[in-house]
């Protein structure tokens, strides 16, 4: 595949992935309903390709040389289903109170004894520390999209994602 169409294909890819992943965190985390990322063929996915094939079809009768190939299609595949599975059910939906869980509530319920038994032993690059965001997480009344939450946030997050 010449190379450019290898980058063609890889923004095509990651311009698709902006809607597919925001329909994802529309249907399972807003409607909790279909969750498509809970199957092993994501129907997200499926769908945009089918629009894609549709649309590739046209294409191929205007000007042949721009259609996408298969190599292409399978890229585009790989691209939206990895990108789709993050904002999905089963990865950061449910990742995101896990990392912030252990502290929050080892401090809040000190009975539990969880600073002796696992707190100290736990990496604090995977799990949220910083009180006052955990509060402000658990008890809302703000917005994630302040500078102060996104620096204490995104390490951690960015840590769980290399994991997914």
């Known amino acids: ?17 902006v809607p597919n992943a925001y329909w994802v965190m529309q249907v399972e985390g807003t409607w909790h309903s279909g969750h498509p990322t ?5 129907w997200n996915v499926g769908f945009t390709l089918m ?12 000007l042949p040389s721009w ?8 890229v585009i595949f790989v691209i939206l289903t990895l990108v789709s599975s993050l904002p999905g059910h089963d990865c950061l939906q449910l990742g995101i109170p896990q990392m912030a869980m252990p502290f929050w509530y080892g401090i ?16 604090t690059w ?11 997480f658990f008890f809302g009344n703000s917005s994630f999209y302040r ?4 620096q204490v946030w ?11």
């Open 126 to 136: 995977l799990v949220v520390t910083d009180m006052t965001a955990l509060r402000d």
């Open 38 to 42: 809970c199957i092993s063929f994501f």
């Open 108 to 123: 809040q319920n000190p009975t539990l004894r969880w600073q002796e038994t696992f707190l100290s032993a736990m990496p």
């Open 147 to 150: 500078l102060y939450y996104l």
């Open 1 to 17: 595949m010449p190379r450019w169409r290898w980058w063609r294909t890889v923004a095509l890819g990651l311009i698709l992935s």
């Open 51 to 62: 629009l894609l094939i549709f649309f590739n079809l046209a294409i191929k009768r205007l």
């Open 67 to 74: 259609a996408l190939t298969q190599q292409e299609f399978v």
């Open 154 to 164: 995104l390490p951690t997050i960015l840590w769980w994602t290399a994991f997914s």
